[in-house]
């Protein structure tokens, strides 16, 4: 039986102590010396050989692409689109890392689970990190570069982390981050613009003066000019306890500046003194994200309609509903009452 047409990719030749090119066509083995050792090198000369083939501009079959590639691509295309692009470029680098000298063909459940055991992290993390690579190969396929995607296969989602802050541990946050010299100017009100509006750490990193209307009340967490992703921003009315911590804000604030800032400058991640800050308040698995589930659980155990809490945080009804529809006060209430209510009398046939 003749052998199945392969793409090119590359081998190590052991006995000639360098990668070769090879493929097959028609049944027949060929092989090309990149003349190198070195992986990376071998790469390149890989990518030169394919992209001198005849239809190089059509799409290619998964086994004539390498993965490096398509998360090269995916990474130049929407790098400055997504909402950490240090995030995505970590998550490039730690999948090339592994998938290096792979095809996208090469993808499969087996290496998937591979890549999970050497990146060795939370079952989290390393799902997140496959979604990157998921991504690039869909993009891929859709920008015509490959005739077909193939199937990533992610370790399962973990629940999502419900941790909330009480009023009293808030309140020992807030304490802590304001004994703090350095950062007493900008943190605790990076906490109070959390709790406050539920917005995620970077939508509040990235705030402006010109988003926040001080005089009719109004914030913008939008962006102007970048595309909306699934992590959407809300736009909506400052909580009055929220609106005077703004407004002493602004006066240490320049017209244009971020809202929240440390001499200025903008902060392009506060984690290592929140960490510092949570240390010394003694709360534990609390990261900037728990400020989002406790404003969230606040309105919730507040009674707020849920429609008005979906809205206000830019949040969708399923995942209101799904991860804190527990806190509301309605939630399953008519089941439970039905055991007050005397039952109808059912004639008995």
Known sequence: MPRRNNGARLRFLEKRGCFYIVWTK??????????????REAEIALSDYLRQQPGNSAPRDPSEILVTSVLDDYASDHGGDVMDPTRLAGAVLRLTDYFEGKSVQDVTKQT????????DRAAGTVRRELTVLRAAINHAHREGRLTRPVTVDLPEAPPPRTRWLRRDEAAAL???????PRVRLHLPLFILIGL???QRKEAILSLRWPMVDLHNGLIDFRVPGRRETKKKR????????????LRRARKRGSDLG???????LAIKDIKRSFK???ATAKLVEVTPHTLRHTCATWLMQAGVKKWEVAGFLAMSMDTLERVYGHHHPDHYSEAANAFSRRPRNVRAT
């Open 26 to 39: 028609q049944g027949r083995s060929y092989e090309r010396s990149t003349g190198t050792a070195n992986r």
């Open 234 to 245: 809300s736009h909506t009315q400052i909580p009055p306890i929220l609106l005077s911590h």
């Open 276 to 278: 510092t800050a949570t």
């Open 174 to 180: 807030l304490s802590a981050a304001l004994h703090e």
């Open 258 to 264: 971020h809202v929240v800032n440390e001499n200025g």
């Open 196 to 198: 406050y509006t539920g």
């Open 112 to 119: 998937c689970r591979g890549y999970g055991r050497h990146r």
